[in-house]
């Protein structure tokens, strides 16, 4: 397989950013990769890119945590070791629900929060040790950098992108 | 631009700074020295902290009979303190989580100060109950973990059991929120670093960020998240803190005002923390066009607005305690057997530090002064350090029967412990101030547009934020990626 090669636009302003991302789209391009240096509001919807499910993981992170306090404190206090404490029994987990509303709480914001934010990290390729993958150092700086596939287009595109307002234009050989 | 915002607004970033010069404010504290400022309050904050460990091995080696408990008053400063870091701690998520839910842009330069101080202060207030176990090696008995005791299980009826889950979920999900936000700038000094160890520390601790379109997406949503799941959270933590007093029998603790009461009181306690460090911190970083005075002003109104809340609490506490007619009542902490006890100096120090000298901040030049609002929030901390003493203390020093009546003396072991965790406190802190990037900067990148002085001035002649493009020459280099992340 040839070595393929990508366009590394940059540019220094979010809007203009935001404008050139919707007139490569415009012109059909497909856009490989955009880093950026801080969140950009419209970003993700003008790339196309699918919205982000991480929300939908951590409602089910919460609803394990709450299914498993329940188990435990139902195991523990019920069934395991039932006591007598100060006249009231704890035979019935339901009527001792009340004393356990705390731990059923933390134990859903626990694992909603730490499994979400371990979803993220794995889906994003982030933990010690990984490398960083942007291609340039400026991009956590002050400069953003879009990445565009080069298929034997390299002038229409070095056009489009100088006349979106790209600052530097590089072509890349990506191996 | 991100978000509108009127033009009569004051500005949260002072001075004509472009996205590159908050990178520059931003990590020079971190590449540049330390100054001899620094080193004092280093050293002093060591010493103290040392102090405080060792009078905490000499608790242990002999136990907790050192302090100056008795039958009696067997809590006295140990959990006072743990009430007052605790609540300390209370600050940093709520800015953090509270305010971006309600979309306060002014959290930006303050939320990564106030949530390393969120999690210094429970490092320090976790250790008084472990200390007071007597056997902390033990300590890991907290736990519902199967053992070889028989089914000896934790009790899950106990609120000192509900304060492990809240305290070890509130300071774990802290710490993941605070790193979940520091990655990008992490990132920022790992790309701008000289040195290779110290390009080899920011790259571990930025954990290969490399903030794509789709990583600041999802950054976005979990920062949302969480911020959801931790405005609850913070809000239980205190609230089943107040529950081990609260669900008691004493007279002055059983009481149904004290979740929303102690929640008031430690995010009161905690702004003023916030108010403390940040005073100084934008002084020595050079941050003073980040934390402005109108951020101070903000911290204020919500000082005055919990402050308010807590007073409300005391005058009802109060009240009720005359009200019930009940002579039990009448040694609580707010009584008038208190106002007139042998803990009397306590009460009027809380009546003092905690409601009259807040109201200072009506005055709007009070409000907006750095000086005052420095002064102001030192006597809120003290102030709320008495309460809790007083809630403590004084309740517990008059029992039912007066065999029963005693008072605490603290020893040397319990100021020593208290000093040593404020040492331990600041170690951290300013091991922080030094190291880590003390703005979220890639956040307060975001509201330049919007709330920037120079923008904001820019905006008011006309001119859009955004720039005219300028083609540049046509001008391509070739790269080859081998030497990627290198720049000539």
């Known amino acids: 397989m040839e070595a393929s090669k990508v366009i590394h636009a940059f540019y220094t302003d979010d809007e ?66 039932p006591q007598d404490i100060g006249g009231k029994p704890s035979f019935s987990w339901f009527e001792n629900m009340p004393a356990f509303v705390p731990i059923m709480f933390e ?5 909603a929060a730490h499994l979400m934010v371990i979803t993220f990290y794995m889906r994003s390729r982030i933990w010690p040790f990984k490398e960083a993958e942007n291609p340039d150092p400026r991009t956590t700086d002050d400069h953003f950098l879009m990445e565009i596939p080069v298929h034997n287009n390299e002038e229409e595109l070095t056009e489009l992108l100088t006349n979106t307002g790209a600052v530097e234009i590089n072509i890349v050989d990506k191996h | 631009m991100s978000h509108y915002e009127a033009p009569i607004r004051e500005p949260l970033v002072l001075g004509d700074k472009s996205y590159h010069d908050i990178t520059e404010d931003i990590a020079k504290p971190i590449e540049g020295k330390a100054n001899k400022n620094w080193y004092i309050a280093f050293y002093i904050s060591l010493a103290a902290m040392l102090w405080g460990f060792g009078c905490i091995f000499y608790t242990v080696g002999t136990g907790i009979g050192v302090w100056g408990l008795n039958k009696n008053i067997g809590w006295a400063w140990d959990i006072t303190n743990f009430v007052w870091w605790v609540g300390i701690g209370h600050a940093g998520t709520l800015i953090s989580a509270v305010l971006l839910l309600f979309r306060q842009k002014w959290r930006m330069a303050i939320n990564r100060s106030a949530e390393a101080m ?15 176990m007597g056997r902390p090696w033990n300590g890991y008995w907290v736990m519902p973990i199967p053992n070889q005791f028989g089914s000896l299980w934790v009790n899950f009826n106990s609120p000192l059991l509900w304060d492990v889950f809240a305290i070890s979920t509130y300071l774990s999900v802290s710490l993941v929120f605070w790193w979940t936000g520091l990655l990008p700038d992490f990132a920022m000094i790992r790309d701008r670093a000289v040195k290779p160890f110290q390009k080899k520390i ?14 600041w997406q999802r950054f976005e949503e979990v920062s949302l998240v969480l911020a959801g799941l931790a405005t609850p959270l913070v809000l239980s933590v205190h609230t089943i803190v107040s529950m081990d007093f609260a669900t008691s029998i004493n007279p002055g603790w059983h009481s149904t005002i004290f979740p929303p009461y102690f929640v008031a009181g430690a995010i009161f306690s905690g702004f003023a923390m916030v108010q403390t460090l940040l005073g100084i911190m934008r002084k020595v970083t050079n941050m003073e066009d980040y934390i402005t005075r109108l951020h101070v002003e903000y911290m204020n109104i919500v000082i005055i607005l919990t402050g308010g809340i807590v007073a409300v609490a005391y005058a009802t506490e109060f009240f009720i305690a005359w009200y019930t007619g009940s002579p039990y009542e009448n040694y609580t902490y707010l009584s008038v057997g208190a106002a007139t006890g042998p803990y009397a100096w306590a009460f009027y120090s809380l009546l003092f530090f905690n409601i009259l000298t807040p109201q200072l901040l009506w005055f709007k030049k009070i409000r907006r002064s750095f000086i005052w609002s420095f002064i102001i929030s030192i006597f809120i901390n003290i102030g709320m350090w008495f309460e809790r003493f007083d809630i403590i203390a004084i309740v517990l020093s008059k029992g039912h029967l007066p065999s029963t009546w005693w008072r605490f003396e603290p020893t040397f072991v319990d100021v020593g412990i208290f000093i040593g965790t404020i040492g331990f406190f600041f170690v951290l802190f300013l091991l922080y101030a030094r190291t880590f ?25 006309g001119i859009p934020t955004k720039p005219t493009v300028v083609i540049a020459k046509k001008k391509i280099t070739e790269v080859d990626s081998s030497d990627k992340n290198t720049k000539e």
């Open chain 2, 118 to 132: 969120t999690i210094f202060a429970v490092f320090q207030a976790g250790l008084f109950p472990i200390i007071h």
């Open chain 1, 107 to 111: 134990l859903t914001v626990f694992f």
């Open chain 1, 16 to 81: 203009v950013l935001l404008d050139a991302v919707k007139a490569v789209k415009a012109k059909h391009h497909h856009i490989e990769e955009v880093f950026c240096p801080f969140p950009v509001h419209g970003l993700d919807k003008a790339m196309g890119l699918a919205p982000t499910r991480l929300a939908i993981t951590s409602f089910m992170y919460g609803i394990t945590g709450l299914s498993i306090a329940i188990w435990m404190t139902n195991y523990i206090m019920i069934q395991d070791w």
């Open chain 2, 437 to 461: 990037p003390v703005i979220a900067q890639a956040e307060v990148k975001t509201i330049l547009k919007s709330s920037g002085e120079f923008y904001k001035k820019r905006l008011a002649q």
């Open chain 2, 202 to 215: 920011y790259a571990l601790l930025s954990f290969g960020w490399s903030g794509r379109a789709k990583d």
